[in-house]
């Protein structure tokens, strides 16, 4: 990354984490552990019901695919350092290392913040323009629209990273958190951070607002379009297809605000590690299971793939 400053003196950091927490090391380590495995075993059985299961090969679904992927990289970048850091007494993170963690965290969280916009807009056309889904949704749009997502997502993130790394570091050396992420490591440079704090506030309402705002306008058409269906089931259909998306949106971004949606760095607090819990782990968890849970079409199609008779309804 070209933005690294050479006078950097800092050559590694050491993430605090949940030092404070010493005797609940084993503790963390096994919750982590349990949740990490179910985050990948969930994630893999939404992406492997969606890939055998011909129902589900349609927009809404592969939008799902890409996220539940996605969601399972986001992780990754996390949880296997944090896993190493809670049983060893060495809890550093070289500074190359530390930016490397911080673009693809920033990458990926971008990234899902674009894609579950992108599935806003799918549920938008689903349902306020049904008779033209198939021809608006097809697979030359959805391809664009993923690909357009990621691309734009690591884009910020490279931006995101050169401008934190880009600043000298050369005294405290202890990340207030359990990996790199922004604030607590823009808090360490040692040089006046209030320009760049603004960019990076600005980005952050790119990411999290504008994909927002779009999904509130797409939901506000939608529920316009539902409340004239005329019939009570037709409407309960109807909001059945978003209720899942819904779930996620609120979540996903309202973390995400709390965190990011703050002009300084200096309003970082420990209390921050418990709302990033919550983003970095809850999250990525909640996706596959109110999407199973709560979709019928799932639920049938994972029944078919292991085997379990599905019992079938006379319309």
């Known amino acids: 990354m070209q933005g690294f400053n050479r006078t950097t003196v ?8 949940f030092s404070s927490l010493e005797k609940l090391q084993l503790l963390l380590f096994v919750t982590f552990l349990l949740l990490y495995l179910t985050i990948l075993m969930a994630n893999a ?24 992927f996605s969601e399972s990289c986001y992780t990754f970048v996390i949880i296997p350092q944090l896993l190493v850091h809670l049983v060893s007494s060495t809890k550093t993170i070289s500074f190359v290392a530390c930016a490397t963690q911080l673009f693809f965290f920033l990458g990926f969280a971008c990234t899902n913040c674009f894609l579950i916009a992108v599935m806003g807009y799918d549920r938008y056309v689903a349902i306020c323009h049904p008779l033209r889904y198939t021809l608006i949704m097809n697979k030359r749009l959805g391809l664009g629209l993923v690909s357009l997502s990621g691309a734009t997502g690591f884009l910020i993130a490279l931006v995101a990273t050169n401008l934190i790394c880009g600043m000298p570091f050369c ?17 360490l440079a040692c040089t006046d951070t209030h320009i760049k704090e603004l960019a990076l506030f600005s980005l952050s309402i790119l990411v999290i607002m504008v994909p927002f705002l779009l999904i509130l306008i797409s939901y506000g058409f939608i529920g316009n379009t539902i409340l004239k269906i005329p019939s009570a ?7 059945a ?20 949606l703050r002009p300084k760095s200096k309003s970082a607090s420990d209390n921050d590690q418990l709302v990033a819990v919550t983003y970095t782990v809850v999250t990525p ?31």
């Open 10 to 17: 800092v050559t590694q950091f050491i993430l605090v984490g």
């Open 45 to 68: 059985t939404i992406m492997t019901v969606i890939r055998f299961s011909q129902t589900l090969h349609t927009p809404m679904y592969g939008f799902l695919f890409i996220l539940s």
């Open 171 to 187: 005294g405290p050396n202890r990340v207030n958190h359990y990996f790199c992420d922004m604030a607590p490591v823009i808090k």
């Open 233 to 239: 089931e037709g409407k309960r259909k109807a909001f």
């Open 241 to 260: 297809t978003c209720a899942s998306h819904l779930t996620v949106v609120f979540v996903h971004y309202g973390c995400a605000s709390v965190i990011y």
């Open 285 to 315: 968890l909640l996706n596959p299971l109110v999407y199973s849970l709560r979709n019928q079409e799932v639920k049938i199609a994972l029944k078919r793939v292991l085997g379990v008779p599905v019992a079938t309804k006379v319309v």
